[in-house]
């Protein structure tokens, strides 16, 4: 009896190892590191906040005036931006400095650009408070405009409520951001660029990062929270 349980084991072990070897035969070629789910687990030590912690912080607060770039913060305006570089400069970014591509970009590009949906979350907590919205952009100002017409529609705002888009510009080396929001005494300031940031924190306003979506045009992009300012979670959309 001994001797046929010896002989089942020794069939068994033999198995055994030859599903073993079957195993590494038929193993998929590996492909990168992987991860583990401890690594999923990790965040980067950022302030990440949300929109509703936005507005509780502001509970009891009187109305205010805030500010939104306008670009890759509560417009994916990536579309028109790609339009241009294609007719303009295809191989440079020399298409920025272009009045003809301001032209079409401010009178009627914008019909392609899509509201995110966080700007509209974050305009209509505004609104609900009773804030005073104002909309700066770096863009090259032209003659006319209809930039105002479709974000007051992308993002619902009211027409009395609605004040005409302020364009800042975009010169090397000069913000003049800055200038408009001293002037109307703005809060809080929200942009995904590393200059909207920067140009808050030198008025000592709050100065809240909006994530810009990975296939904007506008590229490379920033690092959020690089200088310790709130980053509203899920605003790349």
Do not use: C
Not at 39 to 66: C, F
Not at 163 to 185: L, T
Request: charged letters at 25%; aromatic letters at 10%; hydrophobic letters at 40%.
């Amino acid at each position: 009896m001994r001797k046929v349980i010896l002989a089942f084991s020794t069939i068994a072990l033999a198995f055994g190892l030859n599903g073993v070897t079957q195993a590494k035969v038929f193993m998929p070629e590996q492909v990168s590191q992987g991860v583990t789910v401890a690594d999923l687990a990790q965040r980067q030590a950022i302030h990440w906040v949300s929109v509703e912690q936005i507005e509780k912080s502001l509970k009891g607060q009187p109305p205010m005036a805030v500010g939104f770039d306008i670009d890759d913060t509560v417009m994916f305006s990536s579309p028109g931006f790609y339009r241009g570089k294609s007719e303009y400069s295809p191989n440079d970014e020399s298409y920025l400095k272009k009045t003809e591509f301001w032209e079409k970009m401010n009178n009627g590009w914008d019909k392609f650009s899509m509201p995110k949906k966080i700007g509209i979350e974050l305009v209509q907590m505004h609104l609900k408070r009773g804030d005073d919205i104002y909309f700066i952009t770096g863009r090259t100002a032209t003659k006319t405009e209809t930039v105002t017409k479709y974000v007051q529609e992308g993002l619902r705002i009211p027409a009395n409520k609605m004040h005409n888009i302020i364009f800042a510009g975009d010169e090397p080396n000069k913000n003049d951001k800055i200038s408009w929001m001293k002037n109307h005494k703005l809060k809080i300031y929200y942009g995904d660029a590393d200059a909207d940031i920067a140009a808050a924190r030198e008025l000592n306003i709050r100065g809240i990062r909006i994530l810009r979506a990975s296939n904007s045009s506008y590229q490379p992009l920033p690092k959020a929270g690089r200088f310790g300012e709130e980053v509203v979670i899920k605003s790349e959309y």
